[in-house]
């Protein structure tokens, strides 16, 4: 099993910034990829951002040169620096990851408990 472990949301005013931290831990292998979604309310969770195992970067267009995603091997953790918030950016986040447990095996899809995003003045 594996557990992703967020943290650093929170509320902003409009314009300011906010980094968000994912640490995975468990049974890890290697993790292929690793991100964010996030969900408002009644509405279908979607991409954030998304990192690979090779460094690729996939970015949804609404948040292109505003959020920033990274991770550290090391330590199996992703980090989503979100800068110049807007209201529409409010919502619950969610961590995801691919991870591959044994060799030879598929990755398997985890996701963490959420951390909220709020942006108002």
């Known amino acids: 099993q594996v557990q992703l472990v967020e943290s650093g949301g929170g509320s902003v005013q409009p314009g300011g910034s906010l980094r968000l931290s994912c640490a995975a831990s468990?049974?890890?292998?290697?993790?292929?990829?690793i991100g964010w979604y996030c969900q408002a309310p009644g509405k279908q969770r979607e991409l954030v951002a998304t990192?690979?195992?090779?460094?690729?970067?996939n970015y949804a267009d609404s948040v292109k040169g505003r959020f920033t995603i990274s991770k550290d091997n090391a330590k199996n953790t992703a980090y989503l620096q979100m800068n110049s918030l807007r209201p529409k950016d409010a919502d619950v986040y969610y961590c995801?990851?691919?991870?591959?447990?044994?060799?030879?095996?598929?990755?398997?899809?985890?996701w963490g408990q959420g951390t909220q995003v709020t942006v108002s003045s």
């Open positions: 468990g049974s890890i292998l290697s993790i292929t990829a």
């Open positions: 995801y990851a691919r991870v591959v447990h044994k060799v030879g095996f598929r990755g398997s899809d985890y």
């Open positions: 990192i690979t195992r090779d460094g690729s970067l």
